[in-house]
């Protein structure tokens, strides 16, 4: 059974810095190139990062580029996403999911193979 489990949420200040986790089991988690999507509340899915299988292609939306990390650790099955000078707009529950790139940064659910249950993020003082 594909298990796609996130971490590191939680109540931060503007300004402040979140480490998101996603711990995958159940396939071969070095064969997939592996993203971050988030929903703000009232919002649709918004697709923020991608890596490719190996580590070595990143994208991110304009949005989080500069502020905003991917990456992974094939040997730990685990995706990450370290997320520095965070603002309000931020705030989200923020998926990983397994998946092919995606054709635009508005995406659904059926877009990637395997959705994590989310993590929520909020940005707030």
């Known amino acids: 059974e594909v298990q796609l489990v996130e971490s590191g949420g939680g109540l931060v200040q503007p300004g402040g810095s979140l480490r998101l986790s996603c711990a995958a089991s159940g396939f071969t988690f070095s064969g997939y190139a592996m993203h971050w999507v988030r929903q703000a509340p009232g919002k649709g899915l918004e697709w923020v990062s991608g890596?490719?299988?190996?580590?070595?292609?990143?994208d991110y939306i304009k949005s989080v580029k500069g502020r905003f990390t991917i990456s992974r650790d094939n040997a730990k099955n685990t995706l990450y996403l370290q997320m520095n000078s965070l603002n309000p707009e931020d705030t989200a529950v923020y998926y990983c999911?397994?998946?092919?790139?995606?054709?635009?940064?508005?995406?659904?659910?059926?877009?990637?193979?395997?959705w994590g249950q989310g993590t929520q993020v909020t940005v707030s003082s």
């Open positions: 890596i490719n299988s190996a580590g070595y292609t990143l």
């Open positions: 999911a397994k998946g092919p790139f995606p054709r635009s940064t508005t995406v659904s659910r059926t877009d990637f193979g395997a």
